[in-house]
């Protein structure tokens, strides 16, 4: 059995190729496993996400799934951090463990709004410090969780 790895980041419906494939590049680099969740707004064929994951792509432990309860139903003991600009507690005020899964929305349209209400003690938020910015992009939000979460736990 593979041993568990250090952290997993959960994409549900992305839509944007570039997005993914940054992330899927982050996840080669840590150890981290990728899971896409849902219907996918591209191909796992697409040029732009291959592109953008480079040549990595052997080196990501990708896993696609149904739906998030799919997800959840196959790791029953996992921790899920929701990550939302609406969320009231920052990334840096929680404490990670290794397994730690990270749900990321869609680009477009976050993740659902019952979700976050049903989750709140384990919602997560990037302070945006200006009010002209909406939101930060994906990979990047995804990067700054995962090396937070690591560094928490070296």
């Known amino acids: 059995m593979e041993p568990t790895p250090p952290f997993h980041i959960v994409l549900i419906e992305p839509e944007i190729p570039p997005n993914t494939g940054n992330i ?23 040029k732009h996400l291959k592109r953008a994951g480079l040549d990595y792509w052997s080196e990501v432990k990708l896993h696609r799934w149904e739906s998030l309860q799919h997800l959840q139903q196959e790791f029953p003991q996992g921790c899920f951090w929701y990550t939302s600009k609406k969320a ?54 995804a990067a700054i969780i995962l090396y937070e979460a690591i560094r928490q736990t070296r």
């Open 24 to 46: 899927g590049r982050l996840c080669a680099a840590t150890g981290a496993h990728l899971h896409l969740v849902g219907k996918l707004g591209f191909s796992l064929d697409d």
């Open 88 to 141: 009231t507690q920052c990334y840096t005020d929680v404490n990670y463990s290794h397994g730690d899964f990270f749900v990321f929305g869609k680009e477009t349209l976050g993740l659902p709004e019952d979700l976050l209400k049903e989750e709140a003690n384990q919602a997560i938020l990037i302070p945006i410090f200006s009010s002209a910015v909406r939101s930060l992009n994906l990979a990047n939000s």
